[in-house]
């Protein structure tokens, strides 16, 4: 383990009054407490953060590469963003994240995009400030990708989104390699940060107002294996389930084959972990499982959820699923909005597979064709709503738990917050219950978010 030191924080700016950045973030939560993390060190740096990316000193895109899509978005962005440096050539551009840790890709975007000042990947963030001087202090490009993960960097500040709930990344990497996926390649094997460290940074943000945490890692399950001595994941959730002051736990993501009986027993037993649990499927058919390497079955998969179901009463269950893998067939496929129909998914996540280079089903035969996939996909995305509209429904007349997060988002008169299974509720009330655990009784659900009132 390595502590982030900061020596290398000082400002490079020594004109200006005031530095500005914006961030853009694309991808999973891991990348969201990436930029959480970028923007803590500016703000140490002395950096205040811009309005929109027109009025900032600096723009970073923080980038991912899990499908073709997020990339594209990146090339298109930094299409636009020629011109903002040709106009302000005192901008700086900075590109991070999964897409720059992927082979030959930092030397592509610097023959197409040579105005691009800085590129870093996955493993390295936490030396941008010091890329950020050199860039400063020397007006030449920094470009640094490490092929290796380094050990964890513990101590780099972090600017958090909210104070009343936080993300707190438990694990970095994966071990798992299934088929499609591009993430163990840019975001390594599973290192495991330790229980102690894990404690205090949730103590900590507890003593500056924090009630709800959700635990990150790509497969949370195997958290502490790599840990000497070995801690379970279901132990780490019992002992952070002890933290005073704390009202919810919640954790994501957990892979079926990893969730084990300890792991739900904990859920059930703890107060604090809410009843919540994203359980990706990726697909109904144990054949398409089987070449994604994903290490379980249609039926183990089922026969988690009915444990899951009967062990905690009312949990929501959410899932990540995808069409068009190599050689699904119309019945796989089948096989797959079958199984959305019998688990009942609160949501779900839902994609179109996408070809990645470096990964072994980018080589599979039988590519299904576009036209099919789209068409697969309006069909799931159908049934899914279908089913997170039932499961809404049931909530209406019911009175919930809430914790008030703040004002909502698209009517400034009413207040937002979530339910323990983690349905978002916008609702009349005080606004000086921002922060608290209320009672909210519901009168109308929508298929994405409930109606209510606050009742205490
Ligand atoms: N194509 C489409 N979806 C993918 N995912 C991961 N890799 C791919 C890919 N190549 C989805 C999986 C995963 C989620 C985070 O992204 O469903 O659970
Ligand atoms: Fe990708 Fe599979 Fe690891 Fe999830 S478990 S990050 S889908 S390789």
């Given at each position: 383990m390595q502590e982030f030191t900061a020596d290398k924080q000082k400002c490079c700016n020594k004109n200006k009054i005031q530095k500005t950045f914006f961030i853009e973030t694309w991808g999973c939560q891991m990348n969201e407490e990436d930029s959480e993390k970028l923007s803590g060190m500016l703000k140490k740096m002395g950096y205040e953060e811009a309005k929109n990316k027109y009025h900032a000193d600096l723009i970073i895109l923080n980038t991912c590469c899990v499908r073709?899509?997020?990339?594209?978005?990146?090339?298109?962005?930094?299409?636009?963003?020629?011109?903002?440096?040709?106009?302000?050539?005192?901008?700086?551009?900075?590109?991070?994240?999964?897409?720059?840790?992927?082979?030959?890709?930092?030397?592509?975007?610097?023959?197409?995009?040579?105005?691009?000042?800085?590129?870093?990947?996955?493993?390295?963030?936490y030396k941008f400030p010091q890329y950020l001087n050199e860039v400063c202090q020397?007006?030449?490009?920094?470009?640094?990708?490490?092929?290796?993960?380094?050990?964890?960097?513990?101590?780099?500040?972090?600017?958090?989104?909210?104070?009343?709930?936080?993300?707190?990344?438990?694990?970095?990497?994966?071990?798992?390699?299934?088929t499609y996926c591009i993430v163990p390649y840019v975001r390594g094997r599973e290192r495991s940060r330790s229980p102690l460290n894990i404690e205090n940074e949730i103590k900590n943000l507890v003593s500056k107002g924090c009630r709800e945490v959700t635990l990150l890692g790509q497969n949370v399950n195997s958290y502490g294996k790599d840990l000497d001595p070995e801690v379970k994941f279901s132990e780490l959730l019992e002992r952070i389930n002890n933290i005073e002051g704390l009202e919810r736990i919640r954790f994501?993501?957990?892979?079926?084959?990893?969730?084990?009986?300890?792991?739900?027993?904990?859920?059930?037993?703890?107060?604090?972990?809410?009843?919540?649990?994203?359980?990706?499927?990726?697909?109904g058919s144990t054949n398409i499982l089987k070449k994604m390497n994903r290490n379980y079955s249609r039926e183990q998969?089922?026969?988690?959820?009915?444990?899951?179901?009967?062990?905690?009463?009312?949990?929501?269950?959410?899932?990540?699923?995808?069409?068009?893998?190599?050689?699904e067939s119309e019945k796989d496929f089948e096989d797959t909005?079958?199984?959305?129909?019998?688990?009942?998914?609160?949501?779900?996540?839902?994609?179109?597979?996408?070809?990645?280079?470096?990964?072994?089903?980018d080589k599979f035969e039988e590519q299904i064709p576009e036209d099919i996939k789209h068409e697969r996909f309006n069909r799931l995305v159908k049934i899914v709503n279908e089913s997170s509209a039932r499961k809404n429904r049931a909530y209406e007349g019911r009175t919930e738990e809430i914790l008030v997060e703040g004002l909502s988002k698209n009517d400034s008169t009413r207040l937002m917050g979530r339910t323990r299974t983690g349905k978002l509720v916008n609702f009349q009330g005080d606004v000086n219950s921002i922060g608290e655990l209320i009672k909210v009784k519901i009168s109308k659900a929508h298929s994405f978010s409930l109606l209510g009132k606050q009742i205490q």
């Amino acid at each position: 383990m390595q502590e982030f030191t900061a020596d290398k924080q000082k400002c490079c700016n020594k004109n200006k009054i005031q530095k500005t950045f914006f961030i853009e973030t694309w991808g999973c939560q891991m990348n969201e407490e990436d930029s959480e993390k970028l923007s803590g060190m500016l703000k140490k740096m002395g950096y205040e953060e811009a309005k929109n990316k027109y009025h900032a000193d600096l723009i970073i895109l923080n980038t991912c590469c899990v499908r073709e899509n997020a990339e594209l978005k990146v090339y298109g962005h930094l299409g636009a963003l020629k011109n903002l440096k040709k106009r302000n050539p005192e901008l700086i551009i900075a590109l991070c994240g999964c897409m720059m840790q992927q082979k030959h890709m930092a030397e592509n975007i610097m023959k197409k995009f040579p105005f691009v000042d800085m590129i870093f990947g996955t493993y390295n963030a936490y030396k941008f400030p010091q890329y950020l001087n050199e860039v400063c202090q020397n007006r030449s490009s920094v470009v640094e990708i490490q092929n290796s993960e380094s050990g964890i960097v513990e101590g780099v500040p972090v600017d958090r989104e909210s104070t009343i709930k936080a993300f707190v990344t438990i694990m970095y990497g994966c071990n798992n390699f299934c088929t499609y996926c591009i993430v163990p390649y840019v975001r390594g094997r599973e290192r495991s940060r330790s229980p102690l460290n894990i404690e205090n940074e949730i103590k900590n943000l507890v003593s500056k107002g924090c009630r709800e945490v959700t635990l990150l890692g790509q497969n949370v399950n195997s958290y502490g294996k790599d840990l000497d001595p070995e801690v379970k994941f279901s132990e780490l959730l019992e002992r952070i389930n002890n933290i005073e002051g704390l009202e919810r736990i919640r954790f994501m993501t957990s892979h079926p084959k990893d969730l084990t009986d300890d792991v739900i027993d904990a859920v059930a037993k703890c107060d604090k972990v809410c009843e919540q649990i994203h359980l990706p499927v990726q697909s109904g058919s144990t054949n398409i499982l089987k070449k994604m390497n994903r290490n379980y079955s249609r039926e183990q998969y089922l026969s988690l959820i009915y444990k899951i179901k009967e062990k905690i009463p009312g949990a929501a269950i959410t899932t990540d699923i995808m069409v068009g893998f190599p050689g699904e067939s119309e019945k796989d496929f089948e096989d797959t909005l079958n199984l959305v129909r019998e688990v009942g998914y609160d949501s779900a996540f839902t994609f179109i597979y996408s070809r990645r280079r470096g990964t072994p089903a980018d080589k599979f035969e039988e590519q299904i064709p576009e036209d099919i996939k789209h068409e697969r996909f309006n069909r799931l995305v159908k049934i899914v709503n279908e089913s997170s509209a039932r499961k809404n429904r049931a909530y209406e007349g019911r009175t919930e738990e809430i914790l008030v997060e703040g004002l909502s988002k698209n009517d400034s008169t009413r207040l937002m917050g979530r339910t323990r299974t983690g349905k978002l509720v916008n609702f009349q009330g005080d606004v000086n219950s921002i922060g608290e655990l209320i009672k909210v009784k519901i009168s109308k659900a929508h298929s994405f978010s409930l109606l209510g009132k606050q009742i205490q």
